[in-house]
């Protein structure tokens, strides 16, 4: 199994021709499972690195003031994607199955129906955004400054939101059946266009924060048109054909695969939530802490968030390919695709926290230039680097269980490793001599705890049991 010169399909070629030659995995396994996750991981990477730039302009052009507010808004951006990742979840999983078994129909109108519902989530998201920005900021960010800027970020932003979700359904319906690449072409193009958007906007037209939201805002118009128009059409020039195709003359809702799509989904928009509702008040506590703090705190999670991007195709993959082979009735051959994938996740999470973790004050150099904070944003990202290799376990073992319609326990290891452990070790820091030491103990338990739940219940095989209500046979019979 030799290198590329693609580096991210490389490095996942590479890690899994190691456990390959310990007798872990399959190399062709580790093949098809590359093929179809290394798009998606580009996408991320694409989509973070946009985050990341979108940050550092807002600093150079405003300063740390700034910062904060694009912080003390970003939860609030963060809830679309709760609610349109967790609905999209569940997208994957119905639609792998029934692209697994040709329920062509099915498929088409399980896709269309996942629209509609994430429409009626974030449309009244992007309506309170629009009217109540202020208020809402205000609820977790300290000082005015930051929270002006925080407010006008969050209500130019808002009208990307139901943008947004719909992206997310059309690029999970893609890469359920086995259609990787036109999503990442589409969605890293959007982060491409708008770094570009937010550069003109911040630097040339002097727009601010504004300028960083509008540019989110025409990007995400512009993907959702790409997706709407190559599944009208099957496919778009110069990306090719689509394996799904939806017909505008049909019924576009079904109330039987909205139910299902509420039962699978549901769990996942619970877990996002409690992932994403815990940043309320964890800013708010850190806000305790004082503006450097805050500053280390946010460089440290858009460092994170960076590190992650494996999961969007690895996890994805793991959805993709396990309920396929569900969708034949064939679970021995989902079981193996689904160790396949969790080991070759956890190797790529060692690899990709090993590297950077000695380069964690360079790192930090990018973000900060004052040498009173450096040393702080520097054991930040340290700190960030070590916890994400339990995302790695944790992505791996909640892709199977996404497949299958085992969706509740993501959501229990979401709620335990939040609100259990997360958010009482940082506020020990606030009562107790441990100050910063107990924001880098809640950084490890945030992403360990639920690493460890989701394994669980991957371990324990219900989730295979659990599929057979959720296969098209079942659909049908009901």
């Known amino acids: 199994m030799r290198f590329t010169l693609n580096p991210v399909r490389g490095v996942l070629l590479f890690v899994g021709a190691l456990l390959a030659r310990f007798g872990l995995v399959e190399r062709e396994r580790i093949r098809r499972a590359t093929a179809l996750s290394w798009p ?9 690195s946009k985050s ?15 910062i904060a507010g694009v912080g003390f808004a970003a939860p609030f951006w963060e809830l679309v994607f709760a609610f349109g990742g967790g609905v999209a979840g569940g997208t994957i999983g119905m639609v792998s199955q029934r692209y697994g078994a040709d329920a062509d129909e099915e498929l088409a109108l399980t896709v269309t129906t996942s ?12 309506a309170a955004y629009w009217l109540l920005p202020g208020r809402l900021v205000g609820l977790v960010g300290t000082g005015a400054g930051a929270v002006d800027y925080g407010t006008r970020y969050l209500r130019v932003v808002a009208l990307g939101a139901p943008f947004a979700g719909l992206n997310l359904i059309a690029s999970r319906t893609l890469v359920g059946a086995d259609d990787a690449w036109s999503p990442m072409v589409l969605r890293a193009g959007g982060a491409v266009v ?12 002097g727009m601010g924060v504004v300028g960083a939201a509008l540019g ?24 090719g054909r689509f394996p799904v195709r939806i017909p505008v003359s049909r019924p576009f809702f079904d109330g039987g695969l909205a139910r299902d799509l509420a039962n699978t989904g549901s769990p996942l928009v619970g877990a996002n939530l409690a992932r994403t509702g815990a940043q309320f008040p964890r800013l708010f ?11 280390a705190y946010v460089v440290a999670l858009r460092v994170r968030a960076l590190l992650d991007t494996p999961n969007w195709g690895l996890s994805l993959a793991s959805s993709s390919l396990v309920g396929q082979a569900l969708g034949e009735d064939d679970e021995a051959e989902a079981t193996v695709w689904a160790q396949t994938v969790l080991r070759l996740s956890v190797g790529v999470y060692l690899l990709v926290a090993a590297a950077l973790l000695p380069f964690s ?22 700190v960030a680097c070590a916890s994400v290799v339990f995302r790695g376990v944790d992505g791996g073992s909640t892709g199977p269980l996404r497949a299958s319609g085992d969706t509740r326990w993501p959501l229990y290891s979401q709620l335990a490793g939040m609100y259990l452990f997360a958010l009482p070790v940082a506020y020990l820091g606030v009562v107790t001599p441990l ?43 009901d």
Do not use: Q
């Open 40 to 48: 998606r991981i580009v996408t991320g990477l694409a989509r973070m």
């Open 285 to 295: 506590i850190v806000g305790l802490f004082g503006p450097a703090v805050v500053s």
């Open 361 to 382: 004050r360079l790192v930090a150099r990018l973000f900060v230039s004052d040498p009173a904070v450096l040393p702080l944003v520097t054991v930040f990202v340290a």
């Open 194 to 205: 708008n770094i570009a958007l937010n550069a003109v906007f911040i630097f040339v037209l």
């Open 52 to 66: 990341t730039v979108d940050v550092a302009m807002v600093g150079l052009a405003l300063g740390p003031t700034a």
């Open 115 to 126: 629209a509609a519902v994430v429409l009626a989530l974030t449309v009244p998201l992007a």
């Open 435 to 477: 100050d910063e030491l107990a924001l880098y103990a809640s950084l490890v338990v945030e992403t360990a705890v639920p690493a460890a739940v989701t394994y669980y219940r991957f371990r324990s095989g219900t989730w295979r049991l659990v599929s057979r209500s959720y296969r098209p046979d079942a659909a049908l019979d």
């Open 216 to 239: 989110t805002v025409v990007a995400n118009v512009l993907v959702s048109a790409g997706f709407a128009v190559g599944l009208a059409r099957g496919g778009l020039p110069g990306i």
